[in-house]
């Protein structure tokens, strides 16, 4: 019975996976070419910050906390 059901995954569930999984690579948009020259969200992200504005203490604050190495201690 094992035997049977690793030739039923093996011949008929794998590649009808595949074949799934290709057929939905080919209905997704590629992703954009040209990345955001700033490296942050692509415009009109919910999350983008607003570029003539600088940032605030918690902002710099947590700036800070993200970019400190936490192995050597050089942080702030």
């Known amino acids: ?5 690793g030739l039923v995954v093996r011949y008929l569930m794998r590649p009808g996976w595949r074949a799934l999984v ?6 997704v948009p590629p992703p954009p070419l040209d990345p955001d020259p700033d490296g942050g969200p692509p415009p009109g992200h919910p999350e983008r910050l607003c570029a003539d504005r600088p940032p605030d203490r918690q902002e ?5 906390q993200l970019t400190e190495d936490r192995w050597f201690g ?3």
């Open 1 to 5: 019975m094992r035997y049977l059901l």
């Open 22 to 27: 290709v057929y939905g690579a080919l209905h």
């Open 60 to 64: 710099r604050l947590l700036w800070r």
């Open 74 to 76: 050089d942080g702030p």
